[in-house]
């Protein structure tokens, strides 16, 4: 992994993250721009990119929204209002690593290197939902799976799982 730099994202890179977000998820699914600009803006502290130090672009990254709450809701991925920076939970609304850069463990590392980042700022949980297709990935990344989720974002069905930090 020293390929890479582990980093809070800029603002200038906004426009990437967007682009990353289209290419890793369905239309149905993936965070809308406006959606994506506003996370960045009101908490940059809980998106956590990996840049390529070759390219100095983003490989993936991992963004969420700290919370006092204890449930997933589909408000988060749409309503940064939800954001309270004291919260003790991070609601996780993405993981994206592009194409070329998968299976080679940068996912499991991008997460590791976030669940330590938000240990040492006193957090609790993270939450997130996935399809069924990705719950042996995460229960390997350390998180539980909770079951069927309350979410219908994308018109999919969701598994809650969390992760004691």
């Known amino acids: 992994m020293e390929r890479f730099e582990f980093r809070n994202i800029r603002q200038d ?42 390219t100095g672009k983003i490989a993936g990254f991992l963004n969420g929204l700290s919370t006092k709450e204890s449930k997933f809701r589909d408000e988060f991925f749409t309503d940064v209002s939800l954001y309270d920076p004291e919260g003790k939970n991070i609601m996780l609304l993405g993981l994206d690593v592009l194409p070329e850069y998968r299976k080679q463990g940068l996912a499991r590392e991008i997460v590791c290197q976030y669940r330590r980042i938000e240990h040492e700022k006193g957090r609790n949980m993270l939450y997130l939902t996935c399809l069924a297709n990705k719950v042996e990935m995460y229960k390997k990344f350390g998180f539980e799976d909770r079951g069927i989720a309350d979410s219908t974002w994308g018109g999919e069905e969701w598994h809650e799982m969390t992760c004691r930090i």
Do not use: G, H, S, Y
């Open 13 to 54: 890179e906004v426009e990437q993250a967007i682009a990353i977000e289209q290419i890793c998820f369905p239309p149905n699914e993936a965070c809308l721009p406006r959606a994506m600009k506003e996370r960045i803006a009101a908490a940059p502290e809980l998106f956590l990119v990996a840049v390529d130090k070759d």
